[in-house]
């Protein structure tokens, strides 16, 4: 088996030998998908897709886990994971840049369109 705490928020485990989805399962707040479809891929919500009024997605852009490694508790038979549940709001709007390549490569962010 093959196991991972997704940054998404989902808890992946596959078989190692073929890679086929044996669980996939949230381990925080998790409101950007809908759940997961039968390879075990989450299904996003276009509901929660940025909008110009805002939308409040868990986990935030920080992920819900990041790069420390889950352990196993063999006494228990738990994982353990360091997880930060965390929301954001994430707009959509015309931002008015638009970027600018300068000599050393792409340095300048501020030159505004009419």
Not at 3 to 15: E, I, T
Not at 26 to 45: H, M, S, T
Not at 90 to 111: D, E, H, S, V
Request: hydrophobic fraction near 35%; charged fraction near 25%; aromatic fraction near 10%.
């Amino acid at each position: 088996m093959v196991m991972q705490a997704s940054r998404n928020g989902y808890f992946f485990v596959l078989d190692r030998t073929n890679g086929k989805n044996l669980l996939t399962a949230p381990f925080g707040p998790v409101n950007w998908a809908l759940g997961v479809d039968k390879e075990g891929r989450p299904i996003p919500d276009p509901k929660k897709e940025p909008a110009p009024d805002g939308r409040l997605i868990a986990p935030d852009e920080g992920g819900l886990t990041n790069y420390r490694s889950l352990a196993f508790d063999a006494k228990t038979g738990l994982f353990i994971v360091d997880a930060h549940p965390s929301f954001s709001l994430y707009f959509r709007q015309a931002c008015g840049w638009r970027l600018r390549l300068g000599r050393r490569g792409l340095r300048t962010l501020g030159q505004r369109h009419p």
